[in-house]
């Protein structure tokens, strides 16, 4: 049996790009783990999309086979997770399955917003933590000041930084040598009854269900039956294996190992990720903690194009609620879009992520509905009710006062563009709390109004900083405002899916580019489309896409004018008459595009 001391579990923690799944990369190659043949840059990033995006949405696991420098073989279980704000509850749950941490940062760039939120995440989950200096080979690379910067804004230890290139592989052998004599090894009891922790699933075509577990205590092998604490479903184990990175059949799990199994689970609502896995004959006697559930802080709706469509959406949606536990919906109806659901993600880029996914891996088009986010409304008869959807809100006369909640955002950016991000928060509501400076980089932390983040803030604090600014944020409490609701109608009829929740002050000129943005965004038909923002009962802003026109006195040559003047009148009557019956066709990219304001 592997002795328990020659095991160490750790996670790769650090900013979008500083290098978490090129380091991963290289201790893959390094250990040997993948035939160099199979070798492929960023190789644990295993979905196409997080391939053409460049950045990881999914912690994924794999296990090294190390021989150390002391001739000592060890198993290491290495988790590389996201690094962007949006799958913050992935990296959170990764934490819970190992015992350590390698927090990498840029040697050039220093330390970043998310350099913070996932550190103290580590902190959090009191892990062990190892520095690495990544990208040394750089000519902008400066360790010593990247290293007291570590030590200034985080308060960590960064004198013995590990200073590697994972590009080039310089320094990669001395990770591994720092993560067996600094990292703790995982403790666990094979005698006592089984007590593992699921840590994640996803949906497989051929196997079913497939299941990661950590073994905290006992051991799990093929033919054990299980039981599932929370749900309480039994299952029988048909096969164990562990990730390198792809399936490798084993015949047991022991303790402070991370593995997967499957057990012909075919229902999704099985598998609830933070369970405890335990033998059905022989139970332990408490659960584990398990995960704080996540919070969702977007809402949008997904309804199917073709509507007999809605029942392989619903198929789809489990599916990959399975793979992302940060994921939530219910169904809900829309008089305009009929059958679809109610969806909560972290983001933005967690919305068009999972929308992506749903298009691509079940081949389904998508209409999403503008997002918003929770809204607290407190009605004259002294009721609350939380709003998801901004087309459910009720009728303003029984309103008293409505609630948004607001976030603390921390933004790292250069001195020379701390002007634009100071306005850019200031012009969506933001209110200053706190400004320091490490080095040439200031950290500013904003109160801000969560609907103003929602949609582009982050495109716009990239644009007006060219890329050099960090963002991230944590949702606070909520406060009142003066808020209202804004309908869109196209040809006198509203459309649910772009009605969003705005501020007073800001309705007006908000209503008027989302009406030229539609302008451009919506084809030409044969009748005359005016596009309306109103607010209640008030149209607040007007555009009109002209009518396609046919020329219909072409057959007229020369002649009386009274000739061509009934042919026009004739047209026009007939455009008339389609303006009352003609359906206008919304295409799907305009949803999308309309909400995103350039301010």
């Keep these: 049996m592997k002795k328990l001391t020659h095991i160490r579990n750790f ?97 050039s760039q220093g330390v970043e917003a998310q350099t913070l939120a996932n550190v103290y995440t580590a902190i959090d989950a009191d892990h062990e933590i190892i520095t690495v200096l990544n990208k040394v080979d750089l000519p902008a690379a400066d360790c010593d000041r990247v290293a007291e910067q570590i030590e200034d804004v985080i308060g960590i230890d960064a004198s013995n930084a590990v200073q590697i290139s994972a590009k080039t592989g310089i320094g990669v052998e001395n990770v591994l040598e720092a993560i067996i004599q600094k990292l703790p090894c995982p403790s666990g009891d094979i005698e006592q009854p089984l007590k593992a922790l699921l840590v994640d699933s996803w949906y497989d075509p051929y196997l079913g269900v497939v299941v990661m ?17 929370q749900t309480g479903a039994t299952f029988s184990v ?15 799990l022991k303790p402070g190992e991370i593995g997967v199994f499957t057990a012909s689970i075919k229902q999704v609502r099985d598998t609830r990720v933070g369970d405890t896995i335990t033998l059905d004959r022989e139970q332990c006697v408490e659960p584990l903690a398990g ?44 008089a305009a879009l009929g059958f679809g659901f109610r969806c909560g993600f972290l983001g933005l880029l967690h919305l068009e992520v999972i929308r992506d996914r749903i298009e691509r891996e079940y081949n389904i088009e998508l209409i999403t509905t503008a997002p918003s986010v929770i809204y607290q409304i407190f009605k004259t008869d002294g009721s609350t009710l939380e709003l998801h959807n901004p087309a459910d809100m009720p009728d303003i006369v029984k309103i008293n006062h409505i609630k948004e909640p607001r976030i603390k955002a921390t933004i790292l950016v250069p001195d020379e563009f701390l002007g634009d991000v100071l306005k850019l928060c200031q012009d969506r509501r933001g209110i200053q709390n706190d400004l320091t400076y490490a080095g040439t980089r200031a950290m500013v932390v904003y109160d801000l109004p969560l609907n103003e983040v929602v949609f582009d803030f982050h495109d716009r604090l990239k644009s007006v900083t060219k890329g050099y600014a960090s963002f991230d944020y944590q949702i606070t409490d909520y406060s009142e405002d003066q808020l209202v609701k804004m309908q869109i109608l196209v040809n006198d009829e509203p459309v649910d899916a772009l009605s969003t929740m705005v501020h ?37 802003a007007r555009e009109t896409i002209s009518a396609l026109r046919k020329d219909v006195t072409a057959k007229c040559y020369g002649g009386d004018m009274t000739r061509k003047r009934k042919l026009l009148d004739k047209q026009k009557a007939g455009k008339k008459r389609m303006r009352q019956f003609g359906r206008v066709e919304i295409p799907q990219e305009a949803f999308i595009k309309a909400l995103k304001t350039n301010d």
């Design 11 to 107: 996670s790769i923690v650090a900013h979008i790009d500083h290098g978490k799944s090129t380091l991963a990369d290289r201790l893959i190659q390094l250990t040997n783990t993948v035939a160099s043949r199979d070798m492929k840059e960023q190789i644990l990033d295993t979905m196409d999309i997080e391939r053409e995006r460049g950045i990881t949405i999914k912690a994924n696991t794999v296990r090294l086979n190390y021989v150390s420098k002391a001739g000592d073989r060890y198993i290491l279980n290495l988790i590389d997770t996201p690094g962007h704000v949006d799958f913050s509850y992935e990296v959170s749950r990764s934490m819970r399955a190992v015992e350590g941490s390698l927090l990498v940062v840029d040697a």
């Design 213 to 229: 577990v950590r073994i905290k205590d006992g051991q799990l092998k093929k033919g054990d039956k299980i039981l599932m604490m």
């Design 238 to 252: 048909d096969k164990v294996a562990v990730l390198k990175p792809q399936i490798e059949n084993i015949e047991t």
């Design 291 to 334: 995960y704080k559930p996540s919070q969702p802080v977007v809402f949008c709706g997904l309804f199917p194009v073709d509507s007999s469509e809605f029942e392989v959406l619903r198929e789809s949606i489990e599916k990959l609620a399975l793979n992302d536990a940060s994921f939530s919906f219910e169904m809900e109806t829309s």
């Design 504 to 540: 007073r002050a800001r309705a007006e000129a908000r209503g008027r580019i989302m009406c030229e943005k539609l302008k451009e965004l919506i084809p030409q038909h044969m009748f005359k489309i005016p596009i309306q923002a109103s607010i209640g009962g008030r149209i607040i």
